[in-house]
């Protein structure tokens, strides 16, 4: 067989090589299952593989991924949706999600699910990103050192998520492409930290029904890749064309790498980092990060307009967390998750509050120490939000991302798009807009190893527009780089 090197082949070249006929489906599914068996002991990114005689060889069009554990694949596929729970093991969902349906109509192969943070990372507070019972801790192909117990619940030695386990797959070679999902940031900040091309889409567009929901309010399916491309066509595929506008020739066609004087609004990165609850300060990291995006920016300079704008800060956004939507969230979840639980057959818990029981009961595995609390949980069924507050909150956040956010800093400043950095919370104000917002790799922290990148922002239904940002960003700036993954772990 050709040689295929799994840490840098993408899904295009692997199906142009599958259909000049210079390889073949089951000896590459064979290089992809001996990288999972190689370094998915110590990554936990994935919790199952399809079995093998499930496999179906389509080499003309074939497309090998993963997805994360909380999108309904049928039993028919011989893979559990647990979303990282053991309460979900074993429970049988009557039909594929339609993300999954779409996929595999288009002929490709579901390779496995990945891990991901528990319930989205909705389960609990104050917990380590990437964690989950049914896979554990999972860590960065990248960080050298490892997930270091002591750091903040996304610090950089985490590899952040929720959709964590399918971020880490890709960039450690597990599978070409993925599918992950995002609430607030869970595409994003993992893809971000494993120099991924993501984009979380338009709310709505992606259909969303046969995944385990936090808030129909944000959540949204979304591809990870290593490429435009690769990104570009897996959109294709599950974007429905009936919800938005498809650039004819469909967003491959938006993948040109060329800017065409796309006008960029840049924010200033010091005003967008996390804060120190969420990521632990390392003083090195924050003027690396700072320095390279503003270099950045003067890079862009040179190819297309660029100006300095300012954005509505998440304080504003939020009323300092008085109008968080997160309240929302909180008053959804329970009606959203029985909604999910109503697809599915043979589970060990029907409702919000045998979940929790169960939690309880089996507080060995579901709440391990460093791991023992299930407090977003309990806020759902404790909440008590009155439908005036609630249509006050949702109200003022999206009128805080759009009209007084992205939607003004676009038409203030005359500009398409917004550029920022990708490790801070701007993830938040395309969130509470339901607005894109993609991923775009730049550089890898000299203390750790850890990718970063920047994320750029546009208006509702401009997903095309973010996928040519990315490709002209592609076109412009250094190749990404696999991670090390050294034999021996205590060089990581």
Known sequence: MSHVNPLTATAADLQARLSAGKITTSSLLGVYLDRINQDNGYLRAIIATSPRHLWRQKPSDWMANVQPDNIATHPDLGLDTTAGSFAFVGSRPRANAPVVQKLYDAGALILGKASLSELSFYRSEGIPCAWCAVAGQGQSAYVRGGFRDDDSICGHSNPAGSSSGSAVAVSAGFAPISIGTETIGSLIMPADRAALYTIKPTVGIVPQSGIVPVSYL???????????????????????????????????????????????????????????????????????????????????????????????????????????????????????????????????????????????????????????????????????????????????????????????????????????????????????????????????????????????????????????????????????????????????
């Open 218 to 492: 944000c959540d949204s399916a979304g591809p990870m890749t290593k490429t435009t491309r690769d990104l570009a066509d897996i959109l294709d595929i599950i974007v429905d064309p009936n919800k938005t506008n498809v650039p004819e020739g469909g967003y491959s066609s938006a993948a040109t790498g060329r800017w065409d004087s796309i006008k960029i609004g840049v924010v200033r990165p010091r005003d967008w980092l996390h804060g120190e609850k969420l990521i632990k300060p390392e003083p090195g990291a924050t003027k690396q990060l700072i320095k390279e995006v503003e270099l950045a920016y003067k890079k862009l300079g040179t190819v297309t307009e660029v100006k300095e704008v300012s954005l509505i800060s998440w304080a504003e956004a939020a009323q300092n967390g008085d109008k968080v939507i997160d309240k929302c969230f909180d008053h959804d979840f329970a009606s959203a998750l029985q909604g999910y639980l109503d697809t599915v057959d043979n589970s060990r818990v029907t409702t919000l509050d045998e979940l929790i029981k169960y939690n309880e009961d089996h507080a060995d595995t579901e709440l391990p120490p460093r791991y023992d609390n299930q407090n977003g949980l309990l806020r759902a069924q404790k909440s008590n939000l009155t439908q005036e507050e609630y249509d006050d909150i949702l109200s003022f956040s999206r009128s805080a991302g759009r009209e007084r956010g992205i939607d003004k800093t676009l038409k203030d400043n005359n500009v398409d798009v917004i550029l920022g950095l990708g490790d801070g919370p701007l993830f938040y104000i395309a969130g509470i807009a339901g607005y894109p917002i993609a991923s775009l790799p730049l550089g890898y922290l000299d203390f750790n190893g850890r990718p970063f990148g920047l994320v750029a922002m546009a208006s509702a239904h401009q997903d095309a527009l973010l996928v040519q940002v990315q490709s002209a960003w592609e076109a412009t700036f250094p190749k990404r780089r696999p991670p090390p993954l050294f034999s021996d772990r205590s060089e990581l």
